[in-house]
């Protein structure tokens, strides 16, 4: 089996419309705004969050995010790398991120799996996995860190 081919100019258009997503991802977290987080959800998206807490569908996501985001970036920065794009088909991509929190202690590295699909014309996260990537971190700790303690 292989990934679906599209021309050079559509895998162009579609990747960025997929950094925009990321970035808006990225914007929300730092600045703290739930909402504008959770308006890149399909209503029935699976999200595991870096500690493995798991969460179905919209409503779980919105409870959890309007309980952690406000305050919960207080003191940290994020920033999101796109490592690689996978286009399943023309309107599914499995996304994968280098996620780097910046805290006091020094930074916790996570690296999140999202399926995105098009709907509408809109990419939307349809479910993510993340988790810790201490060895990717400078200097390794993770476990000692705040981000990556499971419940979180």
Do not use: C
Not at 29 to 38: A, V, Y
Not at 86 to 96: G, N, W
């Amino acid at each position: 089996m292989s990934t679906i081919a599209i021309d050079e100019q559509t895998h162009a258009e579609e990747l960025a419309a997929i950094r925009n997503l990321v970035a808006t991802v990225e914007h929300a977290q730092n600045n703290e705004r739930p909402d504008e987080f959770l308006a890149l959800f399909r209503p029935d998206a699976i999200w595991t969050t870096g500690g493995g807490k798991r969460l179905f569908g919209l409503e779980a996501i919105s409870e959890f995010t309007h309980q952690v985001l406000p305050g919960g970036m207080q003191g940290l920065s994020v920033a999101f790398e796109l490592e690689h794009v996978v286009f399943i088909r023309p309107d599914v991509a499995a996304v994968k991120l280098r996620q780097v929190y910046t805290t006091p202690d020094g930074l916790d590295v996570g690296t999140p799996l999202w399926v995105l699909s098009k709907e509408d014309g809109r990419w939307l996260i349809a479910a993510s996995q993340n988790m810790a990537a201490p060895d990717d971190e400078v200097p390794a700790d993770a476990e000692q860190r705040s981000i990556f303690k499971p419940g979180a």
